[in-house]
């Protein structure tokens, strides 16, 4: 098994780059040649990445969750008679 010359937070950041050039309209092949990789391995990278959710989503989704939870928290709280130092004040 060959070793992977990128790791997946590298290929994350040179997507994120390649997204800013074509942004301001450069071809794949410039974008590929700027990134070091070839035109193959950059639309290979494009197609694994359809698949998965940026890291960002990814943590987006799982502080929702916690926040989710932790109102459900405070909710229960409360209605067992809880009360806070502010609002009893």
């Known amino acids: ?13 040179k ?6 050039l074509l942004n301001e309209g450069y071809k794949i092949v410039d974008i590929a040649r700027e ?13 694994d990445q359809a698949g998965e959710k ?7 989704e799982q502080l929702e969750r916690e926040n989710a939870d932790l109102r459900r928290r405070l909710a229960d709280l409360l209605r067992a ?7 009893a004040a």
């Open 35 to 47: 990134l070091g990789v070839t035109r193959v391995t950059y639309y290979r990278w494009r197609q």
């Open 15 to 20: 997507l994120a780059l390649a997204d800013a």
């Open 1 to 13: 098994m060959l070793k992977r010359r990128y790791t997946a937070e590298e290929v994350e950041q």
């Open 81 to 87: 008679g809880y009360r806070t130092e502010a609002a």
């Open 54 to 60: 940026p890291a960002m989503v990814r943590r987006l």
